[in-house]
């Protein structure tokens, strides 16, 4: 595939590099020094079949409408825009686009979002336990919690009729606390605890560099390459 990294930073150079190393073409590079370059045009022009968008939230939803209108599929992992979800959605219906968005491309990390969903699920009934969740990342990381991390919290109220979305205050005992940690060249870990006044039942993942996220990602882009519309890492891996 002809690919256009939108976000050239530490994350778009590993994804440049897996992209090579899979056999694909990088036709398009855009950072902050460029960013006017990022065209209907120009991606008409470079012929691009799919952008990888690893952007921040004031540029990401307006990357994601120029692809579309330029009939480019995307692969979006920009977190902390989705108040103009909507908005993408109905851009991605008039021009018939293709994405698939995700808080976090890596595999394991997908599993694990599933992972936490089915203890959720046993642990609804289960009175005696507190749930919470502890989330560690680099500095350079600016939104807080990651949206891994409240991807994690919204899976656990979906399933737990006892909580009603997240929260960072650790007295609102009606939502999942999320406490967030930065790091120094921490890529990220995530864990779930469940604590009673008898035992805790802990799960964890921990990224050990980016170069799964990035490899997700490229992997969500050859799972678009014959398809159209909305998907979801789920979709890529099947597991529902």
Not at 52 to 61: D, L
Not at 86 to 93: E, F, G, P, T, V
Not at 104 to 127: C, H, P, T, Y
Request: proline share 1%; net charge neutral; hydrophobic share 40%.
């Amino acid at each position: 595939m002809n690919i256009a990294i939108i976000g050239y930073g530490k994350m778009g150079k590993t994804i440049e590099k897996i992209a090579l190393q899979r056999g694909h073409h990088i036709v398009m590079k855009i950072d902050n020094e460029n960013k006017a370059d990022l065209t209907t045009d120009n991606l008409k022009k470079e012929k691009v079949d799919l952008a990888i968008e690893f952007t921040n939230p004031e540029s990401a939803y307006e990357n994601i409408n120029k692809c579309f209108e330029a009939g480019v599929k995307v692969v979006c992992g920009s977190t902390a825009w989705l108040a103009d979800w909507d908005n993408a959605i109905a851009s991605l219906d008039k021009n018939k686009g293709t994405m698939i968005y995700a808080s976090n491309f890596s595999v394991g990390v997908n599993i694990f979002f599933a992972v936490n969903k089915r203890l959720a699920e046993l642990m609804d009934s289960q009175w005696d336990y507190e749930v919470s969740m502890k989330e560690i990342h680099h500095t350079e990381k600016l939104d807080a919690p990651s949206g891994t991390a409240i991807t994690l919290a919204e899976g656990i109220s979906d399933k737990m009729k006892r909580k009603s979305g997240w929260t960072k205050n650790r007295e609102a005992t009606d939502k999942v606390h999320i406490k967030s940690v930065r790091v120094d060249s921490a890529p990220g870990t995530h864990k779930i605890k469940y604590s009673s006044s008898i035992d805790e039942i802990d799960i964890i993942h921990k990224a050990k560099s980016r170069d799964g996220f990035a490899q997700g990602a490229i992997m969500a882009a050859e799972f678009l390459h014959d398809k159209n519309g909305l998907f979801t890492m789920a979709d890529v891996l099947g597991i529902g």
